[in-house]
């Protein structure tokens, strides 16, 4: 079975400029998440989407963040304009919830943003 | 108090050692609990869950877990070098669906 893909999984740009990190969940997962893992701050959760709803964006640091899931099987996540602050690796997650009960998440192998 | 708490370490253990990884949470209303294991550089790997008080045994790994006292532990048997990662803790709070995490032990074995 595939994992969650991400892509790209290197991503160097200029301050100012638009970044847009993109996820495919594993197939049959209804619940999706964006991470982010500084040094600093650790393994932050920025949003998490339900059935494609999102459910939670309290963890989006501003409005320079946005995300959307047009789609069970595609998420992205976009920064405009980015900044050097915004340089971490950043991680998406899928996994299945039905009803109230939630299943085990599992990463994809996250992009690395460079943000100069 | 942070939510999920962890010891940075690093944990140092021998080959063949046990090391044993603790976590303690903050909500008593926290009702699913996991280990990852990152190494660096890679995303992390699911390696453990455990929603009931009590013992779970997956090979060399156990994840206890103890409700009443707060606090969720790893315990991994004839550590091996290989095992030498970060371990991140991670609860689910509520009925939702949202993880949140420990700032990870960092163990390192040593052969």
């Known amino acids: 079975d595939a994992g969650v893909i991400q892509s790209p999984r290197h991503e160097v740009t200029e301050m100012g400029q638009e970044v847009t990190l993109r996820c495919k969940p594993i197939?049959?997962?209804?619940?999706l998440f964006w991470y982010r893992q500084t040094m600093m701050r650790g393994l932050e959760l920025l949003i998490y989407?339900?059935?494609?709803?999102?459910?939670?964006d309290s963890g989006m640091p501003e409005d320079r963040f946005s995300a959307k899931m047009p789609n069970a099987s595609f998420s992205t996540l976009k920064i405009q304009p980015s900044e050097p602050r915004d340089s971490a690796v950043y991680f998406c997650?899928?996994?299945?919830?039905?009803?109230?009960?939630?299943?085990?998440?599992?990463f994809g192998p996250g992009t690395r943003l460079t943000v100069t | 108090q942070k939510e999920v708490e962890q010891n940075s370490g690093p944990l140092s253990v021998p080959e063949g050692a046990i090391a044993s990884l603790n976590c303690t949470y903050s909500d008593r209303g926290s009702q699913s609990f996991f280990w990852y294991r990152q190494y660096s550089g890679k995303s992390p790997e699911l390696i453990m869950f455990?929603?009931?008080?009590g013992d779970k045994e997956d090979g060399r790994f156990t994840a206890q877990l103890n409700k009443a006292s707060q606090y969720v532990s790893l315990l991994i048997r004839d550590s091996q070098p290989s095992d030498s990662a970060t371990y991140l803790c991670?609860?689910?709070?509520?009925?939702?669906?949202?993880?949140?995490f420990g700032g990870g032990t960092r163990l390192m074995v040593k052969p």
């Open positions: 197939s049959g997962h209804n619940s």
């Open positions: 991670a609860v689910i709070r509520n009925a939702g669906n949202m993880l949140t």
């Open positions: 997650a899928s996994s299945g919830q039905y009803g109230t009960v939630s299943y085990e998440q599992y």
């Open positions: 989407f339900n059935n494609n709803v999102p459910i939670d």
């Open positions: 455990i929603y009931s008080n």
